[in-house]
């Protein structure tokens, strides 16, 4: 059975993702080189930055992919937030959507990065 664990998102400077994506997950990579930067999450989820003019074959256009994170209650997302808000952009504030509580932020290359938390009536 083919399992999801592995996220690659093309950037223009992995040094630059690691300093953003450190700071904003409060982890260090397990691997880290000019053109690469590599974190295993807690859940065990990889994310990965390779510079853009490396990745063969070419990447699409760098930003415009959604990487979301789930919380455990509306809390949780509220803190997330204000953690959050002072270090990337914030392209959408907390706010209750169809399908859950959410907040948007941006990262230097144009990537979204969603919070939520599903309605209660969903967890």
Known sequence: M???NYIL???????ASEKFYSGLLGV??????????LYVLPSGMKLG?????EIEPKPLPVGGVEVTFSEDDEAAVQATYADWSGKAKVLQEPVAMDFGFTF?????????LRVFTPPASRR
């Open 2 to 4: 083919r399992t999801l």
């Open 49 to 53: 930055f390779w510079t853009k003019d």
């Open 28 to 37: 260090t990579p397990v691997e880290n080189s000019p053109t690469f930067v």
């Open 104 to 112: 948007v932020v941006e990262d230097p290359d144009g990537h979204r």
């Open 9 to 15: 998102l093309a950037v223009a400077s992995p040094a």
